[in-house]
């Protein structure tokens, strides 16, 4: 174990342990956008950054792991005013027009972070990009320009769903985010799982279905199983399988918004999977979506 301190707090981690996930695990809230507890650890944003006694420049807590006796600020006036000036360049770069948003309100991690440092508008002049919208997808609509290539959507593809459908084409502000050989999101080889809309930060990734239907709190969300959940969706089939993955069903108003993977959910084996709970499962998703009440 390893002893640190945060903004005065004594916290004892295991080593190893960032300081992003050292600062979680003792309460303390450092904002980021790039950083997801299922990736591994990026540091692109910056905006995790934070002073280290003894060190020369600001760091990125996500990616910078603890040492014996480090002593950590988060919170200093330096570090809020780096912060603005990131969070500046990253709205001005794209054409961010949080009023016209799907995710804005609540959703939005890069407008809860300007929030955060208390920031009502940027500075910086925007640079009106015009990135064409890709609507190709029968599921998925992919909106670069209010993307902050933070690479969360291509290395969830790639790590979590295993396909590596996304990449990010050209370089500097015409950076995006391409499928394959850049050809249209619906004509690629994407499996339609849609992680890369669930780890999206901003509103560059959407789903078709939820989207403009209200914010993730005003949502029900129910945690079951792969099988659970495409059972709920086709309630007439109360089928069962193996399952491989946990997953989430969210709805509204009697209808399903959406299935989404459960990051903080059991993965089931086949080895221990069975059809009962399966369609137990499935049926208490559907009555309590659609009829507000238990089987």
């Not at 609540?106 to 407008?111: F, I, K, S, V």
């Not at 709920?232 to 491989?244: D, G, L, M, Q």
């Not at 709805?251 to 959910?265: E, F, L, V």
Request: hydrophobic fraction near 35%; charge should be positive; charged fraction near 20%.
């Amino acid at each position: 174990m390893v002893q640190i301190t945060i903004n005065g707090k004594q916290i004892e981690v295991p080593e190893g342990t960032t300081v992003l996930r050292a600062a979680e695990m003792a309460g303390i809230y450092i904002p980021t956008l790039c950083d997801h507890k299922e990736l591994t650890p990026y540091g692109g944003c910056r905006l995790c950054i934070v002073e280290v006694e003894g060190g020369r420049v600001p760091m990125a807590s996500c990616t910078l792991p603890v040492s014996n006796g480090m002593v950590v600020k988060t919170e200093s006036d330096s570090i809020k005013k780096s912060r603005e000036f990131i969070l500046s360049m990253l709205f001005s770069e794209r054409n961010h027009f949080c009023p016209f948003c799907q995710v804005s309100g609540g959703d939005c991690e890069l407008q809860n972070a300007a929030y955060h440092e208390e920031m009502t508008h940027w500075p910086i002049q925007p640079g009106w990009s015009n990135f064409t919208v890709d609507t190709s997808h029968p599921y998925f609509i992919l909106d670069n320009n209010r993307c902050i290539l933070c690479r969360r959507c291509v290395r969830a593809c790639g790590e979590l769903a295993g396909n590596f459908t996304l990449s990010v084409a050209e370089r500097g502000a015409a950076s995006l985010v391409v499928a394959d050989t850049d050809v249209p999101l619906g004509e690629s080889t994407c499996i339609k799982c849609g992680t890369c809309v669930q780890v999206c930060p901003t509103g560059a990734l959407i789903d078709r279905v939820s989207a403009y239907q209200g914010h993730d709190k005003s949502l029900t969300e129910i945690k079951s199983c792969a099988s659970a959940a495409r059972s709920a969706v086709r309630p007439r089939s109360w089928y069962a399988t193996t399952a491989s993955c946990a997953s989430k069903v969210t709805g509204k108003a009697r209808s399903i918004m959406a299935c989404s993977a459960n990051m903080d959910g059991m993965i089931l084996s086949q080895n221990h999977a069975s059809a009962s709970p399966h369609r137990k499962s499935a049926r208490t998703a559907y009555l309590k979506l659609f009829h507000g009440k238990k089987p």
